[in-house]
């Protein structure tokens, strides 16, 4: 007699009919699943429901470690741990916010406005002197798309284009020489330890270095991640990787991938569960598990 006793996940690229069943260890691959969970066992159990706490327009969700920022219709707006929320800007409706938190500050931007919260209140985002520095211009931060934030340096990305600022400021930028140019519309920017992971509209490529003086740049995929879809994780957090520093998981086209450092990237379901034609998604990590859902 055969007995089931776990799987591994689900698997949507083989013929149902198809799909190999290992009697010894009696796991087996899901043609098909609704509302479960699977623990590192490869046990199923059924998915706990949730309650509605609040109700309205909410999008482009941020965590402050003790609050949260949002975006509810023409307000970037602070939502409490008891649901409790309180405007504190006007924003351009329907534009999705990105943000990077550094220290007790938050950078946000949405290609339109561009700000910095501080303990749920929203400063502006400028220089605090404009300075000549030997024959280059030092102004402040362009209005930018995306932001990010790795070895003391503060990135814009505006289409494809990504302006970083002068190192150890997060205020002065010189927008003539500190550029770096890709070679589409940017759709992701997820710093690890020794490196960025950079999706562009084609592939995924990572730039190896310490600073931008020693980028370099590697394509690790030929298909791009889906926006909105990376988050940042400890590697340790990763399955069987030990190894200390970040890396991040994404959704892409062909499945989910995970970047670790070195540019170790590797597709975690390719050959098991895709996504084609999804434009947007958002992700979270909790309890050991990527959850990320996608919009067509």
Not at 11 to 24: G, L, V
Not at 259 to 276: A, R
Request: with cysteine.
């Amino acid at each position: 007699m055969l007995l089931f006793k776990g799987t591994k996940g689900l698997n949507i690229e083989t013929d149902p009919a198809r799909i190999n069943f290992n009697p010894e260890t009696g796991v087996q691959d899901l043609a098909a699943s609704k509302n479960i969970d699977i623990d590192d066992t490869g046990r199923i159990s059924r998915r706990k429901g949730f309650e509605r706490k609040i109700i309205g327009n909410y999008h482009s969700g941020f965590s402050c470690n003790n609050y949260a920022l949002c975006v509810i219709g023409d307000a970037l707006t602070v939502l409490e741990a008891n649901y409790s929320t309180n405007a504190i800007r006007q924003v351009t409706i329907g534009r999705r916010m990105k943000y990077v938190k550094i220290g007790e500050d938050v950078y946000y931007c949405n290609g339109v406005e561009t700000g910095r919260v501080n303990d749920r209140v929203s400063y502006p985002w400028i220089a605090t002197s404009y300075n000549t520095v030997e024959t280059r211009i030092l102004s402040g931060p362009v209005v930018g798309d995306m932001l990010g934030f790795y070895k003391g340096r503060i990135y814009i990305i505006t289409d494809k284009i990504i302006y970083f600022s002068e190192a150890n400021s997060r205020n002065h930028f010189d927008l003539a020489r500190n550029v770096i140019i890709e070679s589409s519309t940017i759709r992701m920017f997820a710093p690890v330890m020794d490196g960025i992971y950079i999706s562009n509209e084609k592939e995924i490529v990572f730039y190896r270095g310490n600073s931008v003086n020693e980028f370099e740049r590697v394509v690790v995929a030929d298909y791009p991640a889906v926006e909105g879809s990376d988050i940042t994780v400890m590697m340790s957090q990763i399955g069987e990787a030990e190894e200390g520093g970040k890396a991040v998981l994404m959704a892409t086209g062909k499945g989910l991938a995970a970047g670790f450092k070195s540019g170790n990237f590797v597709n975690l379901s390719e050959d098991k569960v895709t996504y084609p034609g999804v434009a947007f998604g958002a992700g979270i990590f909790k309890n050991r598990k990527y959850i990320v859902t996608l919009q067509p």
